[in-house]
């Protein structure tokens, strides 16, 4: 099954007045490991954003993250999907949209998350396992953040 997400931005006539920039199916749509796709349906870089002008920032590729910048990003995990574990340099906010996943921490905790659950990932190694018998799917937003600190030293992004 491949991953069909509508994406609707909006944005500014040149007078002032709110209008839609997009609404089509995202055509940017990966697959970087089996049993996992996914596509980035916007993308911003420095704070504040700047919603002047208009620019589809997802036409190019991107890493799991933006340097000073977020992420908006909608993931299909089929059940086995390949293990990926990792750690970001950012403060991820996710909510399951269907289908339900397993969260592994690197400490052997695991934490089932189901349709309307939603997540705060704060820097930690994680592996998203999928258990189950349905695809699951995910709404994430990554949000530039500092490596967290542990004994004085940074736990920089892996995997």
Request: net charge negative; hydrophobic share 35%; charged share 20%.
């Amino acid at each position: 099954m491949s991953l069909t997400i509508r994406r609707v931005v909006t944005g500014h006539t040149k007078d002032g007045h709110a209008k839609v920039e997009i609404d089509e199916i995202a055509k940017n749509v990966i697959s970087n490991r089996p049993g996992a796709s996914s596509c980035v349906l916007w993308s911003t870089k420095g704070f504040p954003v700047d919603n002047d002008g208009f620019d589809d920032p997802t036409t190019g590729s991107f890493k799991t993250t933006v340097e000073n910048g977020t992420v908006f990003r909608i993931v299909r995990y089929e059940p086995g999907v390949t293990p990926r574990n990792h750690r970001t340099d950012s403060i991820d906010y996710a909510i399951v949209i269907s289908g339900q996943i397993d969260m592994e921490l690197d400490d052997g905790v695991v934490v089932t998350l189901k349709a309307g659950d939603a997540l705060v990932q704060r820097g930690t190694i994680h592996n998203w396992v999928n258990n189950g018998t349905e695809d699951c799917v995910i709404a994430f937003v990554l949000i530039s953040g500092k490596p967290v600190t542990a004994n004085g030293k940074p736990l920089t992004a892996v995997g």
